[in-house]
């Protein structure tokens, strides 16, 4: 069996480290590996990203992360970066990682992800040269995902964005908003995966709901804070192909 805690959305303050750090203490007693869905800090500054790394530098398993669009807002995404990786988390962005826990392996692919919308309503690269750069960025983000999945050859692959892949984990939001929260070529990526993606964690969504799935019938979880309402989810991947992924938590 193997769990996995996710969380997303956390927009983390300056100084709040202190307070959040218990929320996360007992992560390594419950799961394999916990995945961060981006929107680590309130708007990128680097004394938020300081308390991100107090949050989760040295929990005891691996932490696992992608930016968000609230992360990149001060232009700093290359240091936050390498400061969360001196306190140990690793950040993907079109990459991914392999662990060895419990006698299997598991394998996260992460990208960020970008908006675009969704089929029959999605960005075209066609018209002005700011709608194709849109549409050009929405199609290099779902490549870059699915480039990092292609990389894996484990027993288990969870693929790990902010924005989201599909349109269901939206509902509850705006639907004007749809085309900024996420790209079905995202769930494209996922879909055309050449191993099986057990799961898809997302963020990003507020006001979506948890539980989705891709047109491929990958499991899609929108692991935004509000949504799941716990400082984070648990889940445990099926053993069986047709089987859901339970929520323990
Ligand atoms: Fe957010
Ligand atoms: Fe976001």
Redesign the pocket.
Same mark, same amino acid.
């Given at each position: 069996m193997v769990t996995i805690a996710a969380v997303g959305?956390l927009h983390i303050e300056a100084g709040t480290g202190p307070r959040l750090r218990p929320l996360f203490e007992r992560a390594a007693d419950e799961a394999d590996v916990l995945l961060l869905a981006?929107?680590l800090t309130e708007c990128g500054e680097l004394a938020q990203a300081d308390a991100v790394c107090e949050v989760f530098d040295g929990l005891g398993l691996p932490v696992i992360a992608v930016l968000?669009? &609230?992360d990149h807002d001060h232009g700093e995404q290359a240091v936050i970066a390498e400061m969360l990786a001196r306190a140990g988390v690793t950040l993907l962005e079109g990459s991914a990682v392999a662990l060895t826990t419990g006698g299997t392996t598991i394998g996260i692919a992460g990208a960020k992800g970008f908006g675009g919308g969704f089929a029959g309503r999605s960005a075209e690269k066609f018209g002005e040269d700011e709608m194709k750069a849109f549409a050009s960025h929405s199609e290099q983000c779902a490549l870059t995902l699915h480039a990092a999945l292609a990389d894996l050859d484990t027993s288990w692959v969870v693929a790990l964005t &902010?924005y989201a892949p599909v349109r269901d984990t939206l509902a509850g939001e705006p639907l004007e908003l749809f085309p900024f929260l996420g790209s079905h070529q995202l769930a494209a990526a996922i879909d055309s995966a050449t191993v099986p993606v057990a799961l898809a964690v997302h963020?990003?969504a507020h006001y979506g709901r948890e539980r989705g799935a891709t047109p491929g019938g990958t499991p899609v979880r929108n692991v935004a804070a509000p949504v799941i309402a716990t400082p984070y989810a648990l889940y445990q991947l099926p053993t069986d192909p047709g089987v859901d992924v339970i929520r323990l938590r």
């Open positions: 959305d981006g929107d968000g669009n &609230h &902010h963020g990003h």
